[in-house]
């Protein structure tokens, strides 16, 4: 990876325009290092929104902001068809027919398993080209596992394909095929891929766990949800304190938490894998107000501030029933 990234900035070292296409994580992270070091950066996004696909709105909408305010050009709800030149990206064109010169692409979309070794050694794989396994991460054969990117991926609340490939996933995979290779072990298994998001712009971090506004309304989840901002130290006067966000979406009937959106300094990628621990283990808003959570006053929001904690506080007061 480090040689191929080598590679990639050397090649850009003569150029100043590059469009890099398609806003997701890496497209605004590969964007924002390269406005860093003085390059004239367009990003563009079919969708709304960058980061759209992880986030709802509100969060997504904060990202994009702060990418602009750094120097980022960007360009969302504009698809891009064609890249123009020949054998040298010189220009795009869009949907609608509009051109836009630049000097150099970088395409930040779509990724797929590459699973060629296996077909080719005939063990079943999806129509997605992922290579089939159960929830032990056993192949057909029984003397094969399969775990990460290339591995049969389910979604944790529906069960239903999931296209996400992440490092946490690939981790949990790796370590629960390694506890039943010799024997089985039937409460090791994979429960299912959450999406566990996080990224960095600046001194700001984003953060998701589990299922968003939308995906919950797509999904026809009944839910509410809650927010809250406060601040990670106390008092709110000490040098590095953040604001920090807090969104949470909770299923209606049950106050079980489905998901968490987060925003503020660096702290919150901790903070994401709380809300991941939260989502994984089906904890309940009444679990959040009711739970002991440790505070310093460098390190923390205050014990009576704690936006985590605010914001369960916030969408059980929406609950039919309150929890506490
Ligand atoms: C730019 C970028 C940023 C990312 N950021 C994050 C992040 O912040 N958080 C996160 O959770 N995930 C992130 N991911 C995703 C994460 O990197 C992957 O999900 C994870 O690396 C998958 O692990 P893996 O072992 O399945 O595959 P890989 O890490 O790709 O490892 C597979 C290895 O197998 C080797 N290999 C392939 N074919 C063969 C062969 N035939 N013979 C021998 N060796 C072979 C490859 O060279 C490679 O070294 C990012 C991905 C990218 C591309």
């Given at each position: ?16 325009k590059t469009v890099v296409?398609?806003a ?7 964007s924002?290092?390269l406005n860093?070091?003085?390059k004239e950066i367009t990003l563009i996004e079919?969708?709304?929104?960058v ?13 994009e902001?702060?990418i602009k305010e750094r120097g980022v050009k960007v360009i969302t ?23 836009m010169?630049t ?222």
């Amino acid at each position: 990876m480090k040689v191929y990234l080598d590679d990639i900035q050397k090649s850009l070292e003569n150029f100043k325009k590059t469009v890099v296409i398609g806003a997701g994580f890496i497209g605004v992270e590969i964007s924002d290092e390269l406005n860093k070091v003085g390059k004239e950066i367009t990003l563009i996004e079919k969708l709304p929104n960058v980061l759209r696909l992880a986030f709802d709105e509100d969060l997504a909408l904060r990202a994009e902001n702060l990418i602009k305010e750094r120097g980022v050009k960007v360009i969302t709800g504009k698809g891009v068809t064609e890249i123009n030149g020949n054998g040298m990206a010189n220009g795009i064109t869009f949907e609608d027919g509009q051109t836009m010169e630049t000097e150099t692409v970088i395409l930040a979309m779509d990724y797929h398993p590459n699973s060629v070794l296996v077909k080719e050694a005939g063990l079943p794989i999806t129509d997605k080209g992922f290579i089939k396994v159960d929830d032990y991460m056993r192949t057909e054969n029984p003397d094969i596992f399969a775990v990460g990117d290339c591995a049969e991926k389910r979604d944790f609340f529906t069960r239903k394909p999931c296209p996400v490939m992440l490092a946490s996933t690939a981790c949990a995979e790796a370590r629960i095929a390694g506890m039943n290779l010799f024997k089985l072990s039937a409460i090791k298994t994979f429960i299912g891929t959450i999406s566990i998001f996080s990224t960095a712009i600046g001194d700001t971090g984003f953060g998701v766990a589990g299922i968003t506004e939308n995906m919950a309304k797509a999904e026809n989840f009944d839910i509410v949800t809650g927010s809250f901002e406060g601040i990670d130290r106390h008092p709110g006067t000490l040098n590095d304190t953040h604001k920090q966000f807090v969104k949470l979406i909770v299923g209606k009937e049950s106050g079980v938490i489905l998901g968490g959106e987060v925003t503020g300094g660096l702290s919150i990628g901790e903070l994401t894998n709380t809300l991941g621990i939260i989502v994984q283990n089906k904890m309940t808003l009444n679990a959040l107000l009711t739970a002991q959570i440790g505070t310093h006053t460098l390190l923390t929001a205050s014990p009576a501030g704690y936006p985590l904690v605010k914001a369960a506080d916030n969408a059980s007061s929406k609950l039919f029933f309150r929890v506490n």
